[in-house]
């Protein structure tokens, strides 16, 4: 299992309109994003991308399984900083963390304060600890700054269960 990640800046008449630049920018803005908690299975690996992410693949609207940490700035001078940072053993399990806020020196450490917290909690050492961070200013427009793990990709057509629908209990 290959764990995709990117970073992108958005900027967008809104708060909003920047997070949806910044997704399309990381190639992740046609899908609904269901964020999971902190979990790396086993014999996973996690890919640095430079720029948009490779396709995760299925259709407009399917849900993409992502793990992600976005922060936004509107008023010219303010900072928004996102992080996602992971711990891997050798088979491939890990831990995920995000953070956001309006320094990077803040997000980074973070960063590394969860997931030496997590690594305690569970006693276990699963290796160096590793991040991507991203950050912009906001001048004159709201900015977006994202950081998104992509897992996978599922259909809609799927789903059996309806809000609101007693007879699929």
Not at 9 to 36: P, Q, S
Not at 115 to 130: E, F, K, N, S, T
């Amino acid at each position: 299992m290959r764990l995709h990640i990117s970073a992108s800046i958005g900027e967008g008449d809104t708060e909003l309109a920047a997070f949806d630049d910044a997704l399309l920018r990381v190639g992740a803005a046609n899908y609904n994003l269901v964020r999971l908690s902190s979990v790396i299975p086993p014999g996973a690996t996690v890919v640095g991308c430079e720029g948009p992410m490779p396709s995760p693949g299925g259709a407009w609207g399917d849900r993409l399984y992502v793990v992600y940490a976005e922060q936004r700035a509107s008023r010219p001078g303010e900072q928004a900083w996102a992080g996602v940072g992971w711990v891997q053993d050798e088979s491939g399990r890990g831990l995920f963390v995000e953070h956001e806020g309006p320094t990077e020196s803040g997000v980074r450490s973070d960063i590394e304060a969860s997931l030496r917290q997590l690594q305690r909690g569970r006693r276990v050492d699963l290796g160096p600890i590793r991040h991507h961070i991203v950050g912009a200013a906001c001048v004159d427009r709201p900015v977006c700054a994202l950081v998104l793990c992509a897992y996978a990709t599922e259909p809609w057509r799927d789903a059996r269960v309806v809000v609101g629908d007693r007879s699929a209990a």
